[in-house]
């Protein structure tokens, strides 16, 4: 890569690709300072109308550059696919997202050791899990309170949701029990003969952020997280009340 004007075909799809991502890191980063400089409150209102207006601009600009038609405000190649195929899509999106959490998380052990990766993995999910949370009552139209019938909704629409499989059962009127019945992560570390990965101090903050950000008046308590025993059934459980 000399000049732009000398670029082949195949190095100006990797800038594409390599621009889409320095965005999206910028995207982040902004996120980032504002909630340090002006707390979080004031970062989530200055996150909602950024997406509102950032994806009308872009999905402008990239639907005209292609010639994709626009249907209320959703690019139509994607809603006129199969429902298989969206669904495929929409399950291969939340698994590259968990890709790409462990390879974050691996790059880390490698070069600092696994202190070190559990310690930016605990932070992360601290950060993430709310964001998540705030993201899901957005889509979902919740109000700000919703109770545990929206905690229940909420936890059908997050990544981990669309790629394991879990479980919730009523416990009293004021609590119930979320169950993870088969986890990505874990059951490929049972297929290599591995112990389970001990996730409990992450899934404390993650959970109980998630929780918190969909009602502030909810609980979380932890029934079992590797590398607690557990029964075949789940991988971990947690219980949530008002």
């Known amino acids: 890569m000399d000049t732009q004007e000398n670029l082949s075909k195949e190095e100006s799809v990797h800038i594409i690709i390599d621009f889409m991502h320095r965005s999206m890191m910028h995207h982040a980063m902004w996120f980032a300072e504002v909630q340090k400089h002006l707390g979080k409150e004031k970062a989530l209102q200055a ?22 038609e626009v249907k209320e405000g959703l690019p139509s190649p994607l809603l006129d696919l199969p429902e298989e195929k969206l669904a495929s899509l929409r399950e291969n999106t939340a698994a590259n997202w968990l890709a790409n959490d462990g390879i974050w998380f691996q790059a880390v052990e490698f070069s600092s050791g696994m202190t070190a990766a559990k310690h ?26 919703p109770g545990l019938e929206g905690l229940k909704q909420a936890l059908q629409f997050r990544l981990y949701a669309f790629i394991n499989k879990q479980s919730i059962t009523d416990e009293t009127e004021s609590s119930f029990i979320f169950r993870m019945n088969d986890c990505r992560v874990q059951s490929a570390r049972k297929r290599k003969g591995l112990d389970d990965y001990p996730c409990k101090s992450a899934g404390i903050i993650e959970y109980t952020t998630f929780a918190e950000a969909i009602d502030s008046r909810i609980k979380t308590e932890c029934i079992g997280c590797p590398p607690d025993s557990h029964p075949e059934e789940w991988y971990c459980a947690w219980k949530f009340q008002i």
């Not at 109308?49 to 402008?60: F, G, N, P, T």
């Not at 930016?120 to 139209?141: G, H, I, T, Y």
Request: proline share 4%.
């Open 120 to 145: 930016c993995n605990d932070a992360c999910w601290e950060q993430f899990s709310p964001l998540e949370a705030w993201s899901v009552k957005r889509l979902l139209n919740l109000p700000e309170q």
């Open 47 to 68: 996150l909602n109308e950024v997406c509102k207006i950032s994806y009308d601009v872009q999905l402008k600009r990239i639907s005209k550059t292609l010639g994709i």
